[in-house]
């Protein structure tokens, strides 16, 4: 197992700061530092760079970080492996997920639920933000597993499609449009629109499909950028103007008829969410099982 110290070298790479290491360690800091300097003491260098209030990995520092995190991937799938031996049951093991807005909403949850019935020995944290930041995430190893939208981004981590989502055009029962659901393509500049925020893997689809028509997302009038599927959904809810949101997310809205659903003609808005993991993880056992559970849940091949 790697010693405490290590684990508190690799928090500091990862936050960039002694003060938020402390923070999330629950130790004070001068014992962040007296580890650091230990290390650096057994290792004869330097492994961070102080610059003024900031902090930044040596080149030595890069090279302990990239085995360190090798030898935390080898620490857990050999935890996963020997814990499920006689009985797949007992996993034990920490997976943390990342996810964006509308799987960690809407999609997730119930596989959550039914993976941790089966193995409650897991330890399991979820991180939601936006498609952007899932992948940063994972990059920056604050996440063994992510899932989002959009494979065209996805060429630097392993991906594997889990499923498929409609992004749907809506508006309030209130709004004028509601008394006349289906618009023509071009008509589509005419009307007020709310968007989600850059890096929105719903906002991409939204982009791409409007592409094959010939139409730009700065031809569309924007009334406001909102951060957040339930943020833009209750800005619809409560004004006159179109928002494109993920099927899932209105469900009971639509239902309950406080949202209506637009028709545009020739428009039609999917997107895939997909796994990623980093190059070299693909033999995480406990992230594969959550994987095979997941596409179980839906009945996905």
Known sequence: ???????????????????????????????????????????????????????????????????????????????????????????????????????????????????????????????????????????????????????????IVNSQLFLTDEVIPVCSSASHLARKPRLRIEEITKHLVALRERGSGTLAALKYALSTHGIKLSDLNVRVRLSGTEALKNFILADQCIGFLPMRSVANELASGTLVRLFIDGLSITRQFYFIQRHGDERDGLSNAFFKYAKLHYNLK
Do not use: W
């Not at 930044?56 to 991937?73: F, H, M, N, Y």
């Not at 999609?107 to 959550?112: D, G, N, Y």
């Open 1 to 155: 197992m790697l010693s405490f110290k290590h684990e508190v070298f690799l928090e500091v790479a990862l936050l960039k700061s002694f003060t938020k290491a402390s923070q999330t360690l629950y130790i004070s800091q001068p014992a962040i530092s007296k580890h650091i300097k230990s290390l650096e003491e057994e290792y004869r260098t330097s492994l961070f760079e102080r610059k003024g209030n900031t902090i930044a990995l040596t080149q030595a520092g890069e090279i302990l970080v990239a085995a360190l995190s090798k030898a935390k991937s080898i620490e857990k799938q050999l935890e996963f492996e020997i814990s499920t031996h006689h009985d797949q049951y007992s996993a034990k093991g920490e997976l943390k997920l990342g996810a964006s807005t509308t799987v960690a909403l809407y999609i997730i949850p119930a596989v959550l639920s039914g993976f941790h019935q089966k193995h409650p020995h897991v330890k399991i944290s979820l991180l939601n933000r936006n498609s952007e930041g899932v992948l940063k995430a994972l990059l920056d190893h604050e996440i063994d597993l992510g899932i989002m939208e959009g494979k065209n981004r996805l060429s």
